[in-house]
């Protein structure tokens, strides 16, 4: 809250309303009166508006009182005498006033108070980067390529030992010929110092991918795609060696790739390398009437029984069941439309009837999705049917017609509920 520029003021109106000179009273009734009560009210200086949650005390003794929301309030039993009013409120502050109260005289008193300013302490907010807590919080010291470091260095010649040695300090990289998948060692300039057996040779640090060790990295700094990097860590022998034991002597490399549906966290700015998957189904919040599941299975229901019915009709023009045998009568061609048939009516039949009675005033099922879930079903109805041809209703004929009676118009109900589009 800012300063004002207003000083606190408090002013002290006291009108003596009553005054009663009783020279007749009888001394005993002068004594009754030794106390009295104090009334008044609180009041804004500058709206004259009343003041309420104000506390008053009189200094002294174990009286007090609050203000009202009018700003009204009565102080009782305050003792004859000179005393000490302080007033108390968290927006106007704290101030006093001596009050005169006297034996047999009633006081009125009207308070008026000016706002000031509440002066609080300045806060300091500190932030720290993802890589700054993770220092803080293992305790070890590391560097970080990160992703728009990486993506600068697309297109050069430079391939991942080159990044890590232009961007990391401490690092030598030696590589016996400028080609790439030669062999390169990378290593820190001090783990000559830490080897014990071959100074000549790679101390190369352990290398992790994805968490995963790799045995032999030297092929791997000059072979790894850049694009395929999302960051790289690297952590020097001396933190090394407290978080990944003695197999990390000459340093740690963590490498991250970029991997699709990589999720940050909050406040981490680097990009993603893939964007969320979308929602493949409807989502129902943009519909609040909701699916009409009866009227739609009921559709698919009529749809599916004229379908098969023609279907059906259609494709006994051209095959015949003689003998317990499968005969056909037509050409090639007229076999292959008239089979056709009994696979689109029944189909596009419950499919177009699912859409028209699930259909709501926002939106309506899709016709190709119903179309494929029905098709799901007539395929092994279809087979199993003419597993007997020609025989008796046995088993297996009964779960084909459980598939295009049954299975045919629920497939498309439950598409017709998951896959829907707005009108």
């Given at each position: 809250?800012?300063?004002?520029?207003?000083?606190?003021?408090?002013?002290?109106?006291?009108?003596?309303?009553?005054?009663?000179?009783?020279?007749?009273?009888?001394?005993?009734?002068?004594?009754?009166?030794?106390?009295?009560?104090?009334?008044?009210?609180?009041?804004?200086?500058?709206?004259?508006?009343?003041?309420?949650?104000?506390?008053?005390?009189?200094?002294?003794?174990?009286?007090?009182?609050?203000?009202?929301?009018?700003?009204?309030?009565?102080?009782?039993?305050?003792?004859?005498?000179?005393?000490?009013?302080?007033?108390?409120?968290?927006?106007?502050?704290?101030?006093?006033?001596?009050?005169?109260?006297?034996?047999?005289?009633?006081?009125?008193?009207?308070?008026?108070?000016?706002?000031?300013?509440?002066?609080?302490?300045?806060?300091?907010?500190?932030?720290?980067?993802?890589?700054?807590?993770?220092?803080?919080?293992?305790?070890?010291?590391?560097?970080?390529?990160?992703?728009?470091?990486?993506?600068?260095?697309?297109?050069?010649?430079?391939?991942?030992?080159?990044?890590i040695r232009q961007t990391i300090p401490g690092l030598h990289l030696r590589q016996s010929?400028?080609?790439?998948?030669?062999?390169?060692?990378?290593?820190?300039?001090?783990?000559?110092?830490?080897?014990?057996?071959?100074?000549?040779?790679?101390?190369?640090?352990?290398?992790?991918?994805?968490?995963?060790?790799?045995?032999?990295?030297?092929?791997?700094?000059?072979?790894?795609?850049?694009?395929?990097?999302?960051?790289?860590?690297?952590?020097?022998?001396?933190?090394?060696?407290?978080?990944?034991?003695?197999?990390?002597?000459?340093?740690?490399?963590?490498?991250?790739?970029?991997?699709?549906?990589?999720?940050?966290?909050?406040?981490?700015?680097?990009?993603?390398?893939?964007?969320?998957?979308?929602?493949?189904?409807?989502?129902?919040?943009?519909?609040?009437?909701?699916?009409?599941?009866?009227?739609?299975?009921?559709?698919?229901?009529?749809?599916?029984?004229?379908?098969?019915?023609?279907?059906?009709?259609?494709?006994?023009?051209?095959?015949?069941?003689?003998?317990?045998?499968?005969?056909?009568?037509?050409?090639?061609?007229?076999?292959?439309?008239?089979?056709?048939?009994?696979?689109?009516?029944?189909?596009?039949?419950?499919?177009?009837?699912?859409?028209?009675?699930?259909?709501?005033?926002?939106?309506?099922?899709?016709?190709?999705?119903?179309?494929?879930?029905?098709?799901?079903?007539?395929?092994?109805?279809?087979?199993?049917?003419?597993?007997?041809?020609?025989?008796?209703?046995?088993?297996?004929?009964?779960?084909?017609?459980?598939?295009?009676?049954?299975?045919?118009?629920?497939?498309?109900?439950?598409?017709?509920?998951?896959?829907?589009?707005?009108?």
């Amino acid at each position: 809250m800012g300063k004002m520029n207003a000083h606190a003021t408090v002013q002290f109106v006291a009108a003596v309303m009553l005054a009663v000179a009783a020279a007749s009273v009888a001394p005993n009734s002068l004594a009754a009166q030794a106390t009295i009560d104090l009334t008044g009210v609180v009041l804004d200086v500058d709206s004259r508006e009343g003041i309420p949650d104000v506390i008053l005390r009189v200094l002294g003794t174990d009286v007090s009182a609050a203000s009202d929301e009018d700003g009204r309030f009565t102080i009782r039993g305050v003792p004859a005498g000179e005393w000490i009013l302080r007033v108390d409120h968290l927006a106007y502050g704290t101030h006093q006033h001596s009050v005169t109260v006297a034996e047999g005289v009633s006081l009125e008193l009207e308070v008026r108070l000016a706002q000031q300013a509440i002066e609080l302490a300045p806060i300091v907010v500190e932030g720290e980067t993802t890589l700054e807590r993770e220092r803080r919080t293992t305790g070890a010291s590391f560097w970080e390529v990160d992703r728009m470091e990486i993506q600068r260095a697309l297109g050069t010649s430079r391939h991942m030992g080159d990044l890590i040695r232009q961007t990391i300090p401490g690092l030598h990289l030696r590589q016996s010929a400028q080609l790439s998948g030669v062999d390169v060692c990378l290593e820190f300039r001090s783990a000559a110092t830490i080897s014990i057996v071959n100074n000549r040779a790679c101390n190369h640090p352990m290398v992790l991918v994805d968490g995963v060790r790799v045995s032999d990295p030297n092929y791997l700094y000059g072979t790894i795609g850049m694009s395929n990097l999302e960051r790289i860590q690297v952590i020097p022998p001396g933190s090394a060696g407290a978080r990944y034991g003695t197999g990390a002597l000459y340093g740690v490399i963590l490498i991250e790739t970029a991997r699709p549906g990589l999720v940050r966290e909050p406040g981490d700015n680097r990009p993603s390398s893939m964007p969320p998957p979308e929602k493949i189904t409807f989502d129902w919040a943009q519909d609040p009437a909701g699916h009409n599941t009866t009227w739609s299975m009921v559709g698919a229901i009529l749809g599916n029984t004229i379908g098969l019915a023609g279907g059906l009709w259609i494709a006994r023009q051209c095959v015949q069941i003689v003998d317990e045998e499968i005969d056909s009568t037509c050409g090639t061609g007229t076999n292959i439309a008239a089979g056709s048939a009994a696979f689109i009516l029944p189909a596009a039949g419950s499919a177009f009837g699912a859409r028209l009675g699930g259909g709501t005033a926002l939106s309506v099922g899709r016709t190709w999705p119903a179309v494929f879930g029905a098709s799901m079903m007539l395929f092994p109805g279809y087979a199993f049917s003419l597993t007997t041809a020609g025989g008796d209703q046995n088993l297996v004929n009964k779960i084909g017609n459980t598939f295009l009676i049954v299975g045919v118009p629920l497939a498309v109900t439950a598409a017709d509920r998951l896959f829907r589009k707005l009108r």
